[in-house]
DNA sequence: CGTAGTATGATTGTATACAATTATACCTAA
DNA sequence: TTAGGTATAATTGTATACAATCATACTACG
């Protein structure tokens, strides 16, 4: 598995607090709860059949993620998020994604080099096909592999973080016309730039490869924030 | 106070979990507590003179945080730092340290401008008399002045948590021979670009700022991975 | 009719009791 | 003597009880 998933997974699985973490979070994401509702410890105890002690230990981490934001005394809210925010998140991610191949053409073991190609080969069939949830999750596993291979668990946990925080606006992304082929082409090129170890072009080619994910995304209005109420008043927007 | 200040002192300074949470903290970053130390919940709760609940809600934030892992059912553990961690996040934040002075070139106010101004005279100054506490907590202030004048509290949030991370590892940075007095200059220079409006050069001057930080900080061997008792706390006092 | 104050209910904060899991020590058998 | 297993202690995981705080609505008074 991924040797740097922070997460770790024996905890989500067996601990009822890593399981109503894991269902708040889910929930969020998908947007069950939306921006600015309020999470009630009770309710979500009942409805998980589980006390408030794991619910109230999940709502800290929860805050930590930055998903909800927990104001003393008074209650747990889901964090609003800007359009700001997310170009924000993007253009930082989109660094820190070159950074990432650049340090992956260094450290990336044969192996991983080989899944990289064949994830690459693999989602130009898809493209083909029209597979889009195959699409998805290739190109998951192509930054995910990418993210291991940087040899970094500093930088790993940051892109991760930043992966799963933008999949509260992400619809689908790679589904419009075009773009899973034009991104499973950049992964290409960042591979090939990998794989012949040239670490500026596969850095440069990263951050690229980010922005246009971003610019699409947003040119085709492929994702989705909930006005939040202080969106165009100053940044000061907290409490 | 800073607008992007993530920690919300209000939580910290009348709850027992912030009170708890920050003691703890202060305790792994001050040395009190070793790397690959386990803390023990009832422990530390009669030492503060708390039950174990708040207690174990500091420690899911501390998780969070990096301090500390935890594994189920077994125990806390304070987190260890390798020297490539240190390297890595260094080489992070200097990526992250000029995107913001980029951002801050565009959206910084005239109030902030003059504080920076005001801040790196200062520092002249106290650099001359040798104040090392005062040129301290300036540093502090002029980056925390960046990180308010980015606009930006995903970026902000990010450097400001980095920043915390390496005080476990940093001595007095600022106080070998000479460092302090040419750091500043830096920080002038940083300044001065911001001042001209010159994105491109503030980014690049406070990339090279955050790197010239890290390798005096190696050559010098100015900063510790195995914190031990007593040591003295970082240079970078913050009340 | 409106406002301030108070009472009541709801919700979070903390403490404690109990259950489950893990570590340790001692005992037994080869 | 040592390996293995069981009993006991220690520690974490969870549930619940109690305290403190906040929101709401109603009442009294102007």
Known sequence: ?????????????????GRVFNKIREDILSGKYREHEELKEVAIGEELGV?????????????????????????AYVTGITAKDVEDIYRIRSLLEGLCAKWATEYITQEQLEE?????YLA?????????????????????????ACNSKQLARLLID???????????????????????????????????????????????HMINAYDNMVKNGLYHIYPSYGEDGPADGKG
């Open 162 to 208: 930043f992966h799963e925080y933008v999949l509260r606006v992400r619809k689908k992304t790679l589904s419009s016309g075009g773009r899973g082929r034009i991104s499973n082409d950049e992964h290409r090129q960042i591979m090939e730039a990998i794989k012949a170890k040239d670490a500026d072009r596969a850095e440069a080619l990263a951050h690229e």
């Open 124 to 148: 130009d069939f898809h493209a083909a096909k029209g597979h889009l949830d195959q699409m998805a999750d290739l190109d998951n596993r192509f930054h995910h592999i990418l993210y291991e």
């Open 1 to 17: 598995m991924h040797n740097y998933d922070v997460k770790q997974e024996v905890t989500d699985k067996y601990s009822l607090r």
């Open 116 to 120: 990289l190609e064949e994830n690459v």
């Open 51 to 75: 006390s408030r002690t794991p619910v109230r230990e999940a709502f800290r981490q929860l805050e930590l993620e930055g998903l909800i934001q927990i104001v003393p005394n008074k209650g």
